[in-house]
């Protein structure tokens, strides 16, 4: 049975750091592409940062320059480093990923608190 396990998340205050880290178990396939998002009370949820195994990522504007997603697929981990956070990061993040199976996958998500 194919899991993702999301953690890192947590309380900081703005301008802090957080890493989030996607631990994907139980599939025999590769990872093809894998994404972040994000889901604020009363909102969608929203794309925030992509990447291929092509090493092509993709990022939602508000988060430009400010978060780094990076993907190792020999331990088949996908991250999300974010830095100079902002209460408006507030959100419960979710770790997708796509396998070469053709089959994607999110996890249970990890609550992420900005707030001084």
């Known amino acids: 049975q194919v899991q993702l396990m999301e953690s890192g998340g947590g309380l900081v205050q703005p301008g802090g750091s957080l890493r989030l880290s996607c631990a994907a178990s139980g599939s025999i396939f590769s990872i093809a592409a894998a994404g972040w998002y994000r889901q604020a009370p009363g909102k969608e949820r929203e794309l925030v940062a992509g990447?291929?195994?092509?090493?092509?990522?993709n990022y939602e504007d508000s988060v430009k320059g400010r978060f780094t997603i990076s993907a190792d697929n020999a331990k088949k981990m996908v991250y999300l480093q974010m830095n100079n956070l902002k209460p408006e990061d507030t959100a419960v993040y979710y770790c997708n990923v796509l396998f070469s199976s053709r089959r994607t996958y999110w996890g249970q998500g990890t609550q992420v608190t900005v707030s001084s």
């Open positions: 990447i291929t195994t092509g090493g092509s990522t």
